[in-house]
């Protein structure tokens, strides 16, 4: 093989992994959902004051929104608390309302650092009390 040849070759090499690295970079951008409390999908016995939602990723805090659905779709803005000195960088506190029995779900769009949105949910129930 020349010396160019294995220059060619070396730099479609570099070239293929600089892009397999831009690739990657726009895989894992996005704020993912690691953990919530309530947890997706779960039965409480009493309602909760407040809720947490954990991401993969730093987030711009004052860009993100969380909206809570009541199983009528009455639909209320709830404001995310400042992060607490102790929490990861992508996680965020939400006062809740007072919630009486009943399914609801906390929609939510947040913005990583990096400039991508991501949205979802978590859905979850308050049983009626015995």
């Given amino acids: ?6 220059g060619g070759s070396l730099f479609v090499i570099l070239l293929f992994l600089l892009l397999l690295a831009g690739v990657r970079d726009r895989l894992w951008a996005h704020a993912i959902l690691l953990e919530s409390s309530p947890a997706d999908g779960a039965l409480l016995s009493e309602a909760p004051s407040h809720a947490s939602l954990r991401f993969s990723s730093k987030l711009e805090t004052l860009l993100c929104r969380v909206t809570l659905i009541s199983a009528d779709g009455h ?3 709830l404001q995310v608390e400042p992060s607490q000195p102790d929490a ?25 650092t990096d400039g991508h949105a ?3 949910v978590v859905r979850f129930r308050i049983a009626t009390p015995r």
């Fill in 88 to 112: 990861s960088p992508g996680q965020l506190h939400i006062r809740l309302p007072r919630l009486p029995p009943g399914a609801y779900i906390l929609r939510f769009t947040v913005l990583a």
């Fill in 1 to 6: 093989m020349t010396r160019i040849a294995r």
């Fill in 118 to 120: 991501t949205e979802g």
């Fill in 75 to 77: 639909q209320t803005v």
